[in-house]
């Protein structure tokens, strides 16, 4: 059987079907035409290379298709890649099915939804409850299958519920040690990136090619702080709750260069974006670990500023 995308090593020969998650034609050195791939299956992706090709070879690899490919997985820049020789599209009676080569959150959607409900009903003031509430309704579709990024953290089909629910178990635990109120660290968890559902454009695999007009425009961040003022303003919140939970939504990144003009204001603004940070560092490591053996090291993670990862060990 051939080996899964996570346990790729330098040199391995690859035959085996993928999913074609972008393919794009670009122009090399001395104006040579290549394709540039992302081919995926359910333990992760991987960058595919057809080093000659001809001119509108992209449009018979459109997103979302399933290939056959041959190849060899090779290390460039420290990321691993292969080196396509041969490729074709699966068809009928190859047996395979698109829902296969997805990645998933390793818990069910239903689950993990019902989860937020759960947390929404624990809130006291009803005012945020209703707010959270109400625009948790609205987004029900799209957060069960969302991703929570193109690309890096919790790039997966339901990601974004599996990203906040962690993050709603972590926000438990802290609050045993320090003194936070919980109805806006519940509130700041589960809609700080609630607008990423209208940023990404994401089909119901949870594959994102690209983000939306509006995404590249203004980001989930300015596009949540509208949402709340808009569901605010239906409900007739008191503006200095939806000040709160609009600056939590706006500081969440806490970085200029990542979207977040300001540094939160109170403490539990603070705790959501050490939450946000722990979470999303936390998944990338496990996946990294997940690529390797045991006292090995990993491709350098750009997510994780370039490190390698080191699978310890002990027992």
Same mark, same amino acid.
């Given at each position: 059987?051939?080996? %899964? ?20 034609? %670009? ?78 959150? @390793? ?21 945020? %409850? ?6 948790i309704k609205q987004k029900e579709t799209r957060l069960k299958y969302f991703p929570a990024a193109k690309t890096n953290h919790h790039a997966v089909r339901s990601g ?8 709603? %178990? ?26 990423? =559902? ?9 594959? =994102? ?27 007739? =919140? ?17 970085? @200029? ?6 540094? @939160? ?27 390797? =053996? ?15 990862v080191y699978k310890p060990t002990l027992k």
């Amino acid at each position: 059987m051939n080996k %899964k995308v996570r346990d790729y090593r330098d040199g391995d020969n690859v035959e085996g079907y993928f999913l074609v998650k972008d393919a794009q034609e %670009k122009l090399g050195k001395n104006n040579t035409r290549y394709m540039d791939l992302v081919l995926s299956d359910d333990t992760g992706d991987i960058n595919g290379k057809i080093w000659s090709c001809r001119e509108g070879m992209q449009s018979e690899f459109e997103k979302s298709c399933v290939v056959k490919v041959r190849g060899t997985v090779k290390s460039w820049n420290s990321q691993l890649q292969i080196n396509i020789e041969k490729i074709r599209r699966a068809n009928e009676g190859d047996g395979v099915s698109i829902s296969s080569f997805i990645a998933s959150a @390793p818990e069910s959607a239903a689950d993990m939804y019902n989860m937020v409900l759960t947390y929404i009903d624990r809130i006291r003031n009803l005012q945020i %409850k209703q707010l959270v509430g109400e625009i948790i309704k609205q987004k029900e579709t799209r957060l069960k299958y969302f991703p929570a990024a193109k690309t890096n953290h919790h790039a997966v089909r339901s990601g974004l519920l599996y990203h906040i629910t962690t993050m709603l %178990k972590m926000a438990d635990k802290v609050m045993e040690v320090y003194d936070l109120d919980s109805d806006l660290l519940y509130a700041g968890v589960i809609l700080h990136d609630i607008e990423k =559902t209208s940023e990404l454009d994401s089909n119901e695999f949870g594959i =994102t090619a690209d983000y939306t007009e509006e995404g590249k425009l203004l980001g989930h961040i300015i596009m949540g702080i509208k949402l709340v003022e808009r569901v605010g303003a239906q409900l007739r =919140t008191d503006p200095d709750i939806l000040y709160m939970i609009q600056h939590m939504i706006y500081c969440h990144h806490y970085e @200029p260069e990542y979207g977040s003009p300001l540094k @939160p204001m109170f403490k539990e603004a603070e705790m959501l974006h050490y939450l946000d940070v722990i979470d999303a560092r936390m998944y990338d490591f496990t996946q990294a670990e997940n690529s390797i =053996t045991t006292g090995n090291f990993s491709e350098k993670i750009w997510s994780l500023h370039s490190r390698q990862v080191y699978k310890p060990t002990l027992k």
